[in-house]
RNA sequence: GGGCCGCUAGCUCAGCUGGUAGAGCAACGCCCUUUUAAGGCGUGGGUCGAUGGUUCGAACCCAUCGCGGCUCACCA
């Protein structure tokens, strides 16, 4: 890309270099930051040296001094550099841009206006930058670039930095709290032959050497699974997980997932583990065990509410599935009532959801209510218990009722954020719930499980009885970030990229346009052609290019426009640059000289 | 994938019922040794997201496409 502020920058870097100054020194090393010194200085210590290194954000420039406003790590610190300090090197100083990255040293004093100032008494260029920074006083707003050029997002926004400072005290608390506990942190593989854990589409991808496809995790569960199998009885894994489906606010393909597995523990187990693990970050983070998050108050005192599924549908879809015995159409018929009395009343209320064939099962139709009339309502924190056995294929049953697991989701904000249970470990009972997902999977459920039989000769090995504990962190983050956005939990979220904006065959041609400006020139040069011929066509643009100004390359296109519009028959002029620019697409390489002769050959 | 909204200078934004593209910041030149989004005077900078169409004339109207945001669906 080519700007006046670039080109002016390029042209600085050059005269810099022929002055003998490098603008990228191999080092220099700051011994103080911003906020450290002003700290220290705040009761005017006698005499300070600091050396301080930092992107210049503002500039304020004198005739022979000026102040520049340095960021680094820790914040802002101003340095005031005039020519009497700096003599020969005060003419650098001078052309400082906003942006430039910069080292200095010098003593600390406070202006007439109070600040607490470097006088610079020596500095140098670490890296000049080429490109400007966004406006000083708006920052950059636009989405689209904050996400796409996340650095420059970064330079200028501070509370993103903060966002990004509390996702990692978060994760910190994390491992602190559950290392504390004397879990082992594990690895587990990110390529898996046989995706498992979660029903979900996973990206696919091809090993060369050993000619087999490889599926990214989509959960590290049945390898964690494995290691308690093994023996080692408290392990967990803080990582990335990967997700081939939409992009929205509250999803991104790749994620990440705190898996915690602990033997001889249960869902019980883990809902304590859950609680604890949340209120401490609450209280680390944010130093408090009350929360706000879009408007909304959270407390994440413990114990946190707790509601069995079924008690959830009766109270916030008002249908109690107890009354159903089982009865699959019935059920789905009073849903599909209560939906059409919901959107009476408001528009808002989605359409029914397609469970509507024949041979529907009574537990998904219980899942579709909770998803669509209760999960929104649950603003917690909340842990919903007792999930059907047939959505859980992993889960162990409820002794008590079979047709249950004992299994948990924590809710806030309508969301959920975390997923645990008793770990199945009968491997007869995993293996038929592996050939249930099988069948599903192949009447065409995507996201329907894979059959594992190492997964199974592992639980043949015998698995002691275990809690397993799932919880996203980015939507965590967003809890503690007070956003509505995973994408702001996210340094670097997923993106379409842009496309070129012409095909490559147009290249040509649109470049030679380009290189005499712009649509009225378009017009102008054909014109031109037909009534002065190649050469004087070529004089006039060469005549137009000469001009500096763009005023006056307007004017001279504008004389030959008008005159164009004086002619009858001006108006098909541009149904000849339509034919022209088919007749060129095809051509290859054209200099500017062909591309005139061609286009004369054209219209003539 | 559907719906709604957006895309104008490096950045933040104006631009009326269609009539030769604007401001502030940034940049460039000059002045200025205590500024705080410094100030003053002057100058340059645009494929108005792209492509077609309607029109004497399009940033503006229409169509298609691209990208983004929100939302619904999908999905945890």
């Known amino acids: 890309m080519s700007t006046p502020e670039r080109n002016s920058r390029l042209q600085k870097l050059k005269s810099l270099r022929e002055k003998g100054i490098n603008p990228y020194p191999n080092r220099f090393t700051p011994e103080d930051y911003s906020a450290d010194i002003l700290e220290k200085f705040k009761d005017d210590a006698p005499e300070m040296n600091v050396k301080i290194a930092g992107r210049v954000m503002l500039v304020r420039n ?3 001094a000026g102040f520049c406003t340095i960021k680094d790590s820790k914040g802002t610190i101003q340095v005031y550099g005039s020519k009497e300090e700096l003599g020969e090197n005060f003419n650098v100083f001078k052309k400082l841009d906003a942006g430039d990255i910069i080292g200095a040293s010098g003593i600390l004093f406070r202006t007439q206006k109070g600040e607490i100032t470097v006088n610079v008494k020596d500095f140098q260029i670490l890296a000049k930058a080429i490109m400007p920074l966004p406006e000083k006083f708006h920052g950059l707003t636009d989405t689209e670039m904050r996400y796409r050029q996340r650095y420059t997002d970064l330079i200028v926004n501070d509370e993103i930095k903060d966002s990004f400072l509390i996702r990692a005290q ?8 559950l290392n504390a506990k004397d879990f082992i942190e594990v690895e587990t593989p990110v390529l898996q032959q046989i995706p498992g854990g979660a029903n979900a589409r996973p990206f696919e991808t091809y090993h060369n050497a050993l000619k087999i496809p490889l599926f990214l995790r989509i959960a590290p569960e049945l390898y964690l699974k494995r290691l308690i199998v093994g023996g080692m009885e408290k392990v967990y894994e803080l990582s990335r997980v990967f997700r081939n489906e939409g992009i929205s606010t509250r999803h991104n393909p790749e994620f990440t997932l705190l898996e915690v597995y602990q033997a001889y523990s249960d869902f019980n187990g883990m809902l304590e583990l859950t609680e604890e693990l949340v209120n401490n970050i609450a209280k680390q983070v944010s130093g408090s065990e009350e929360i706000e998050y879009q408007g909304k108050k959270y407390s994440f005192k413990c114990p946190f509410k707790r509601m069995t599924l079924t008690d959830a549908v009766k109270e916030y879809a008002g249908i109690d599935i107890t009354k159903y015995k089982e009865d699959a159409q019935s059920l789905l018929k009073d849903f599909h009532k209560k939906l059409a009395e919901l959107k009476d009343k408001n528009d808002d209320v989605e359409d029914k959801p397609e469970t509507a064939n024949d041979n529907v099962n009574f537990w998904k139709v219980v899942n579709d ?4 009339l209760v999960e929104d309502k649950l603003e917690g924190p909340i842990f919903i218990t007792h999930y059907p056995s047939e959505t859980s294929a992993l889960a162990k049953q409820d002794p008590e009722a079979p047709e249950y697991v004992e299994r948990f989701e924590l809710f806030i904000s309508g969301r959920e954020h975390a997923n645990a249970y008793s770990e199945l470990n009968d491997p007869v009972k995993q293996k038929e719930n592996f050939e249930k997902q099988v069948k599903a999977k192949a009447s065409g459920d995507d996201e329907a499980m894979y059959m594992d039989e190492d997964y199974v000769n592992a639980l043949e090995m015998g698995m002691p009885p275990t809690g397993g504990l799932g919880i996203g962190i980015d939507r965590l983050v967003m809890m503690f970030i007070d956003s509505p956005s995973i ?15 012409q095909p490559e065959k147009w290249k040509n041609v649109i470049d030679a346009i380009n290189k005499v400006s712009n649509k009225f020139t378009e017009l102008a040069v054909i014109q031109s052609l037909k009534q002065n011929g190649v050469e004087a066509t070529q004089e006039v643009i060469d005549e ?3 001009k500096t100004s763009k005023k006056e390359k307007y004017n001279l296109i504008n004389t030959l426009v008008t005159s164009i ?3 009858p028959g001006g108006s098909t002029i541009s149904d000849k640059l339509n034919k022209v620019m088919k007749e060129l697409s095809s051509e290859q390489d054209l200099n500017k000289t062909d591309f005139l002769k061609k286009i004369k050959s054209i219209i003539e």
């Open 62 to 64: 004198f005739g022979k």
């Open 369 to 372: 209510i909770f998803e669509v």
């Open 170 to 177: 978060i994760i910190r608390s994390i491992r602190e709290q």
């Open 565 to 567: 519009l004086e002619e």
């Open 487 to 501: 994408r702001d939990t996210i340094l670097f979220p997923q993106m379409k990229p842009k496309k070129p904006m």
């Open 544 to 546: 137009i290019m000469d």
